[in-house]
């Protein structure tokens, strides 16, 4: 059952979603927050600091960088999204990333071929996920009616993205994608940084050309992108400026402009 504190938080997101300044008639308006217990840490909305830029993003990456949030609840109005741009990473991912408690979302997305996928990406990486109260998302709703008139008529089809399981040190399977992240071998470029080899396979995609790859610590992330040879065999390295005892590595195989799988494994 949904508090009265809930409530007021769920009516702030709300709130931030109507400080959009709309871009076109297809882009919705979005608001965020984040809450440790009772305590407001950094609330946001789409295009708050860069046009286009995503809400969850700003909150997450703008406001919030290197921050701990695993006791972290974020409410967000529009249900976060699993696909973006070239080299770009979706909210959703950005969500288990940062190992946020639980997210309440206050409108699933109204384009049917994704309508649900960024819910299930979090259930599925063990992101506690539930809905706004009936009430506040028919607000949500009517906030993007215009939005979802237009969005409504999109045809693009995303596959559901599975979360990755992934031992160190060894390869293990992860679906598609095949891959292991060592311990740190050698020192980095500068003192105090460390090196991290990553080597693995692709496997049962179409003609994969290279590897995007983000790792995650607590405070900060570090990436590359890794060519992948005709076998489908890639090799490269992160250097991160920290140890740490909790990763999240999100992998993005791409060809040219176009991203054919995306996972994030969480190492612990």
């Given at each position: 059952m949904v508090t009265p504190l809930e409530e007021d938080f769920m009516h702030m997101a709300i709130a931030e979603a109507s400080k959009c300044q709309p871009e076109n008639r297809a882009t919705p308006l979005v608001g965020a927050l984040a809450v440790r217990g009772a305590e407001i840490l950094a609330t946001a909305y789409r295009g708050e600091r860069k046009k286009g830029e995503h809400a969850e993003f700003t909150l997450l990456e703008r406001k919030l960088t290197g921050q701990e949030l695993r006791d972290v609840v974020v409410y967000t109005t529009l249900e976060p999204c699993v696909e973006r741009g070239h080299l770009k990473t979706p909210c959703a991912f950005w969500l288990v990333m940062r190992q946020v408690q639980k997210v309440y979302v206050g409108m699933l997305d109204p384009n049917r071929d994704i309508l649900g996928l960024g819910y299930r990406t979090l259930r599925a990486y063990g992101v506690d996920v539930d809905m706004f109260s009936p009430a506040f998302q028919q607000l949500i709703e009517a906030?993007?009616?215009?939005?979802?008139?237009?969005?409504?008529?999109?045809?693009?089809?995303?596959?559901?993205?599975?979360?990755a399981a992934l031992k160190v040190p060894g390869p293990t399977p992860i679906n598609s994608l095949r891959t292991w992240l060592a311990r740190p071998l050698a020192a980095g470029t500068s003192s105090g940084s460390f090196k991290y080899p990553i080597t693995g396979e692709v496997a049962g995609l179409d003609r994969p050309e290279a590897l995007h790859v983000y790792v995650y610590t607590n405070r900060r992330y570090e990436g590359g992108t890794f060519p992948i040879d005709t076998d489908g065999h890639f090799s490269g390295h992160v250097i991160l400026n920290e140890q740490s005892t909790s990763y999240a590595i999100y992998f993005q195989v791409i060809r040219g402009k176009e991203t054919l799988y995306r996972t994030i494994a969480m190492v612990r």
């Amino acid at each position: 059952m949904v508090t009265p504190l809930e409530e007021d938080f769920m009516h702030m997101a709300i709130a931030e979603a109507s400080k959009c300044q709309p871009e076109n008639r297809a882009t919705p308006l979005v608001g965020a927050l984040a809450v440790r217990g009772a305590e407001i840490l950094a609330t946001a909305y789409r295009g708050e600091r860069k046009k286009g830029e995503h809400a969850e993003f700003t909150l997450l990456e703008r406001k919030l960088t290197g921050q701990e949030l695993r006791d972290v609840v974020v409410y967000t109005t529009l249900e976060p999204c699993v696909e973006r741009g070239h080299l770009k990473t979706p909210c959703a991912f950005w969500l288990v990333m940062r190992q946020v408690q639980k997210v309440y979302v206050g409108m699933l997305d109204p384009n049917r071929d994704i309508l649900g996928l960024g819910y299930r990406t979090l259930r599925a990486y063990g992101v506690d996920v539930d809905m706004f109260s009936p009430a506040f998302q028919q607000l949500i709703e009517a906030q993007n009616e215009t939005f979802a008139r237009e969005i409504e008529r999109s045809s693009t089809t995303l596959r559901f993205a599975r979360p990755a399981a992934l031992k160190v040190p060894g390869p293990t399977p992860i679906n598609s994608l095949r891959t292991w992240l060592a311990r740190p071998l050698a020192a980095g470029t500068s003192s105090g940084s460390f090196k991290y080899p990553i080597t693995g396979e692709v496997a049962g995609l179409d003609r994969p050309e290279a590897l995007h790859v983000y790792v995650y610590t607590n405070r900060r992330y570090e990436g590359g992108t890794f060519p992948i040879d005709t076998d489908g065999h890639f090799s490269g390295h992160v250097i991160l400026n920290e140890q740490s005892t909790s990763y999240a590595i999100y992998f993005q195989v791409i060809r040219g402009k176009e991203t054919l799988y995306r996972t994030i494994a969480m190492v612990r």
